[in-house]
Structure formats: structure tokens, C-alpha cells
T-cell receptor, first 114, second 112 residues
Framework: EPEVTQTPSHQVTQMGQEVILRCVPISNHLYFYWYRQILGQKVEFLVSFYNNEISEKSEIFDDQFSVERPDGSNFTLKIRSTKLEDSAMYFCASSEQGQGAAQYFGPGTRLLVL | EDQVTQSPEALRLQEGESSSLNCSYT??????LFWYRQDPGKGPEFLFTLYSAGEEKEKERLKATLTKKESFLHITAPKPEDSATYLC?????????????FGTGTRLKVLA
């Protein structure tokens, strides 16, 4: 069964450093998403991406964040200058359709900023 | 503002003891209500999508129902392997085109 994959599974970085989180969405899906979950809190939307551009973003997704689909399979989230409060689990998701469609989540990348 | 509230926060059941989890929502223009299962340290695993009041979906011991204000996830004769956090999410037309708004989840523990 096709699934969303994410690398790395864990990342530890120093405050102020740049990190890139990588995702391979399900191959025939057209819509891609990043969510984050701070330990013990709810899953929060960051950004959605369709047709090679951001379709919507939350207030969390400020200028420190960017997304890219560098090739036909990968989808990346870059945090330019990490802060302590960026420590969270980051989930990539993809869906075949947009509105009303089930989103399929990857296993997550646990990011720890020291 | 679109909102999702799940109750109870935590639930302990004996194996075989049926129960229901609640998801109350406030959303303009519901595009879909989604149930997920999340195991510790893992990503949410898709269970069901519901679109309109009166709709029901079933999968093994789980059954999801939807009204205009809430959704229930009924668990019939649960087993220890059903232990997980169950998440409810909604997608509405005014909160954003594609984003999900998640509830905080119900942590279910099924004892053997």
C-alpha cells in the first residue's frame, strides 16, 4: 500500500541553524501539506501546496519557513533560523484531491532545537 | 472561528466494553469531517471521512456517525490493539481551502 515517507525521523539542531525536512508524498497525489504537533498538543496546519505553489498557509508559517518541490517526488520544508519553540513533530501529508479529500500522513520528523 | 472539541480526553475500557467518543464541531461550510488514529510517536492514520449529517461509515470494530453539530466514533467490543489516540478533524470552506482543524484527541486505553 502506498505511503508517505519522511526523512530524517529525528533531527537535533542548534538554535539559529537551518534545517530541511524531507517528504516523499504518495505518487499520484497532487496536494501536499505540512503540519506540526508540539508535544502534548494538537496537530496544527502549517501550509498546503498545489501546482507548484503555496495554496494556503497559517500564521505559524512565517518568513522563517519555506516549502519546495525540487523534483517530481520530493517535498521539503525548510526552517531558516530555528528557534527553541520550533521543537515539535513535523508531519507531511498528501491527498489526491483538495477539498473534502482524505489526507494521508507520514510518520513524522521529530525536531529538537537546543 | 471554526473549532473542534473532543471528549472525553482519556478513556479506559475493559476488553469487550463498548463505548463512544465524541467530536463536537463548529465550522462554516463543512467540506468533510475526518477521523484518524494516532499511535505514540507516529503519524495520524486515516480512518473515515464523513460529509453530511446522517452519514455513517464502518470499519471492523469502529463506526463513525455524523450530525450537524457532532460526530461519534463508536467502538464495539474493543481489543487492546485498539488502544491509541483518536483524532477528529474538520475541513471547512471559510477557515481555509484545504487545511484541517484538529481536535486534541481522545486517548483510549483498552485493558485485557
Amino acid at each position: 500500500e502506498p505511503e508517505v515517507t519522511q526523512t530524517p525521523s529525528h533531527q537535533v539542531t542548534q538554535m539559529g541553524q537551518e534545517v530541511i525536512l524531507r517528504c516523499v508524498p504518495i505518487s499520484n497525489h497532487l496536494y501536499f501539506y505540512w503540519y506540526r504537533q508540539i508535544l502534548g498538543q494538537k496537530v496544527e496546519f502549517l501550509v498546503s501546496f498545489y501546482n507548484n505553489e503555496i495554496s494556503e498557509k497559517s500564521e505559524i508559517f512565517d518568513d522563517q519557513f519555506s516549502v519546495e518541490r525540487p523534483d517530481g517526488s520530493n517535498f521539503t520544508l525548510k526552517i531558516r533560523s530555528t528557534k527553541l519553540e520550533d521543537s515539535a513533530m513535523y508531519f507531511c501529508a498528501s491527498s489526491e484531491q483538495g477539498q473534502g479529500a482524505a489526507q494521508y500522513f507520514g510518520p513524522g520528523t521529530r525536531l529538537l532545537v537546543l | 472561528e471554526d473549532q473542534v472539541t473532543q471528549s472525553p480526553e482519556a478513556l479506559r475500557l475493559q476488553e469487550g466494553e463498548s463505548s463512544s467518543l465524541n467530536c463536537s464541531y463548529t465550522v462554516s461550510g463543512l467540506r468533510g469531517l475526518f477521523w484518524y488514529r494516532q499511535d505514540p510517536g507516529k503519524g495520524p492514520e486515516f480512518l473515515f471521512t464523513l460529509y453530511s449529517a446522517g452519514e455513517e461509515k464502518e470499519k471492523e470494530r469502529l463506526k463513525a456517525t455524523l450530525t450537524k453539530k457532532e460526530s461519534f466514533l463508536h467502538i464495539t467490543a474493543p481489543k487492546p490493539e485498539d488502544s491509541a489516540t483518536y483524532l477528529c478533524a474538520v475541513q471547512g470552506s471559510t477557515s481555509g481551502t484545504y487545511k484541517y482543524i484538529f481536535g486534541t484527541g481522545t486517548r483510549l486505553k483498552v485493558l485485557a
